[in-house]
């Protein structure tokens, strides 16, 4: 028996070799199999609809009877439509419920796009890492235990499995920016006493079954547990190792994913079921928004120091609905109702349309239009990016008057280098490259409009696109690529790198003037002005051998002019809603150096294989998460205000003066105006004490859609039948927001504002600077306020002067004081007649 022995184990291995080989070559043909299905359903689409019926009438603390006799009353809708039969087929091809008394509307799901260490220090919550004595830090407890809700494309995780029908997550150790920045011991951090916890807690049931929407305050992560279950929507479940990293339980509180709608009409782009964020957007934001205080932070060495969030000790939670850059309208929705489900304090938002809305009927038929109005209603604060089609007119969206709006600002820092050309020029740009060229050494340099291949246009070779320079005639120079068209600005360093270049030259077109932006580049670049591309180009046709060198890039803080409007910022007015101001407010959005995920590199290029654990990215998607901190802060300092009073406070004690003292100025140098940057630059500090608010309930946001045409029928469907139009809607200029805009001025018109007191009493005085061409009256000019909460109402009266007709949008503003507090309000006046 012993001899035999080794030959049945021999027998057996084989046995096994040849099992596991079958089942392989099994599962190979099966994944063929859904690859084809996969690639048939691609190409054979049929749109998805929403039907949407806005706010129930259990509200956020609904039981689980409540919520299944909603769902019941949901199927029984839809078998009204389809047909009993098929009443749970939620997939159904086309439905016509529009005059269905329940149903407040139906809409095409369509995608959504993503609006692609320094601004603390720079807005004065700190200042050489210290804190500053009236720092809002200080106020608000660091934003302690409120909750901050990310809507984008998921977190960075270092791992991710499957354990029966439950996605679970493991948190990437290295996840410093989403670990509790007050303790790393496993039994303070998780086993702390019931009155640390967070107010809202998520908890799963052992069963799989769902489980209580809140858990009682008490609720905290088990000291002897290896993992913290958290309960999401749809009973996807998230769990965090507590073994790896124990802090996180305290942080970062929930992550869940939205697909559905995605897998419906682009499957190909949904690489998995998992809250994994491919991409860093959605990592770079909410570590802006609500990330810890992590030492040493830096990409590829720039912008080294201390990367934190706005609100640091502010509890995040992840809500992956966007994929491969794209996000589904009812995967949208679904967050949404999520996050108000979960309990979020703040709803950040850093994607959007395109394009501004078509009409005003079109408001129902945006996703975050109406998301975040029933967010609103239950006293959610939702921040949302401005869009980054600038510097044009009328590009802003996200415009609605109950979220706000952010536009991008610049910080006093900068990452320049310089080029030298064989003439002895010196011209600035910028860069964040990764490698460098010999100090010493002068490199030749040639036009990419004459160093394409064969039968590429010069307008095509000029752009740089992958495969379209000769390497003929590019290998060993430093290529001059023009900057724009539909090729991103790295993947025409990498076209460069591959066809033998190396370094490159970026130089703006006429279009884009001065404005210039950092890059993580793979070869040595940098980026130059609309000014020195000119000179460039009179160098470059001067002499048959042109050279050059690009030194190193460097870091360099305290720069003049800052803040300034970045040139990607969407502008107003708002074709849309053009009697509300929008954006409200600019906050940093121009190389801000944030968490990132290792999945990707920096540049996203899949043949860039460099990854760093911080990212430094522009656009008003890095803008909003400033805002959704700052309003974080407030959320922890002032409990009691409203979406509306916060939002208040934040822009009417904005800057518009840069740190030299000037107005603000645009990307092209010229003076800024409120299209551009809304009430002004953030300024948190002040935002804390205001004195006076704007004020508005969701009673209030009901009757401005009435102003705008909607009936009582569809408010009384928004708001669960608790609102009905009034009998005379008020003019929708009058909607008590904190800047004024009259964009049809014929002859003289009044409108009306409250002021409340959120501060000591005291008497405040109004002074104003008239948009030119305008004469206006402010009446009464005293508000005396005896108490807080206190509220009184004042009118301004607006009367064009008739030899200035004509002159398009003008700006002006009105200062409320008490000596002490500066109520300030942008007035825009468009003057017909």
């Known amino acids: 028996m012993a001899r035999r022995r080794p030959l049945l184990v021999a027998a057996a291995v084989v046995l096994l070799c040849t099992a596991e080989w079958h089942l392989a070559q099994a599962y190979k043909k099966a ?31 609904a039981s689980a009877k409540e919520h299944a006799r909603a769902t019941e009353s949901h199927h029984d809708l839809l078998g009204s439509v389809l047909g009993r039969q098929q009443k749970k087929n939620h997939g159904c091809n086309s439905i016509d419920g529009a005059e269905h008394p329940d149903v407040v509307t139906v809409l095409e799901s369509k995608m959504l796009k993503l609006h692609t260490t320094r601004s603390w220090d720079f807005m004065d919550l700190e200042r050489d890492g210290q804190i500053l004595p009236d720092s809002i830090w200080k106020h608000a407890k660091f934003g302690q235990d409120v909750i901050i809700a990310n809507l984008d494309s998921g977190k960075r995780q270092s791992d991710a499995c499957r354990y029966d029908t439950i996605v679970k997550v493991v948190v990437d150790l290295r996840l410093s920016s989403f670990t509790d920045a007050r303790s790393s011991d496993p039994v303070k951090a998780c086993g702390r006493s019931p009155t640390a916890s967070p107010t809202t807690a998520w908890a799963r049931c052992p069963s799989g079954g769902r489980a209580p929407a809140r858990t009682p305050s008490s609720t905290r992560c088990p000291a002897t547990s290896e993992r913290r279950f958290f309960h999401l929507p749809d009973t996807r479940h998230v769990f965090l190792c507590l073994v790896l990293i124990p802090a996180v339980c305290r942080k970062l509180i929930g992550a869940t994913f939205f697909n559905k709608d995605m897998l419906l009409n682009n499957p190909a782009v949904v690489d998995a079921n998992w809250t994994r964020d491919t991409e860093g957007h959605g990592t770079h934001t909410l570590s802006t928004a609500g990330g810890s205080f992590v030492p040493r932070a830096s990409l590829f060495g720039y912008a080294n120091g201390t990367a934190e969030g706005g609100a640091p000790r502010a509890r995040v939670a992840a809500y992956k609905v966007c994929w491969s850059g794209e996000c589904a309208a009812a995967d949208v929705l679904a967050g949404f109702e999520a996050a108000i489900h979960d309990g979020a304090d703040v709803i950040s938002v850093s994607f959007g349309q395109d394009a501004p809305l078509a009409d005003v009927q079109s408001l129902f038929h945006e996703p975050v239009t109406l998301g975040s109005l029933h967010a609103t209603t239950q006293g959610i604060s939702v921040v949302c990016s401005a869009g980054n089609s600038g510097p044009y007119d009328d590009t802003v969206v996200n415009a609605a008057p109950w979220v706000t709006t952010v536009a991008a600002s610049t910080v006093d820092r900068d990452f320049p280098n310089v080029l ?39 307008y095509a070779a000029a752009d740089c696109g992958m495969g379209t320079l000769d390497p003929a005639k590019v290998k060993g120079k430093i290529v001059v690529c023009v900057r724009g068209g539909d090729i991103p600005r790295v993947t025409k360093g990498m076209a460069v790198l591959n ?32 000014t020195e591309a000119v000179a460039l180009h009179n160098y470059l046709t001067s002499t048959d051998n042109p050279v050059a060198n690009i030194s190193p890039s460097k870091t360099e803080v305290g720069v003049k002019n800052s803040p300034s409007v970045a040139g990607f910022s969407s502008r107003g007015p708002s074709g849309t809603l053009p009697s509300v101001l929008k954006p409200d407010i600019a906050a940093p959005g121009v190389d801000i150096l944030a968490a990132f995920t290792e999945y990707v590199s920096p540049t996203e290029l899949a043949s860039d294989k460099r990854r760093s654990e911080y990212a430094i990215l522009s656009g008003t998607s890095m803008a909003c998460p400033h805002i959704s901190g700052v309003i974080g802060l407030l959320k922890a300092a002032r409990p009691e205000w409203s979406p509306a009073a916060m939002r208040s406070a934040i822009m009417t004690t904005a800057r518009t003066q840069d740190n030299t003292g000037a107005p603000m100025r645009d990307h092209d140098g010229t003076e800024a105006t409120a299209f551009a940057y809304g009430a002004g630059n953030v300024h948190p500090n002040r935002a804390v004490d205001p004195g006076l608010v704007y004020d508005a309930a969701p009673e209030d946001y009901y009757t401005f859609l009435c102003s705008m045409g909607f009936s009582t029928v569809d408010m009384k469907r928004l708001s669960a039948g608790k609102f009905a139009c009034p009998a005379k809607a008020p003019p929708m200029e009058d909607l008590n927001y904190p800047s004024i805009v009259v964009p049809s001025l014929r002859g003289t018109q009044t409108v009306t504002r409250r002021l409340r007191n959120v501060g000591r009493p005291a008497k405040y005085l109004a002074s104003w600077r008239a948009p030119i061409g305008i004469t206006m009256e402010v009446k009464p000019t005293v508000l005396e306020f005896s108490k807080v909460g206190e509220e009184k109402e004042f009118n301004v009266t607006v009367t064009s002067q008739k030899d200035k007709v004509g002159m398009g949008y003008v700006f002006g503003r009105l200062v409320w004081t008490d000596g002490i507090h500066y109520v300030r309000s942008p007035v825009v006046v468009n003057a017909l007649a």
């Open 31 to 61: 994944s063929e199999m859904i690859e084809q299905l996969n690639a048939l359903r691609f190409r054979i689409q049929f749109p998805s609809y929403i039907v949407y019926l806005g706010a129930h009438a259990y509200g956020r603390d």
């Open 420 to 458: 030298t050309l064989g003439n002895s020029v010196h011209m600035k740009g910028v860069s964040l490259e990764s490698t460098t060229l010999h100090s010493s050494q002068l490199y030749p340099m040639v036009d990419a409009r004459h160093a394409g291949i064969a039968d590429t246009t010069p």
């Open 499 to 530: 066809a033998g270049g190396v370094g490159m030259i970026l130089a703006n077109d006429r279009m884009d003037g001065d404005d210039i932006v950092a890059d993580p580049h793979v070869l040595p670049a940098t980026m130059i002005t609309y």
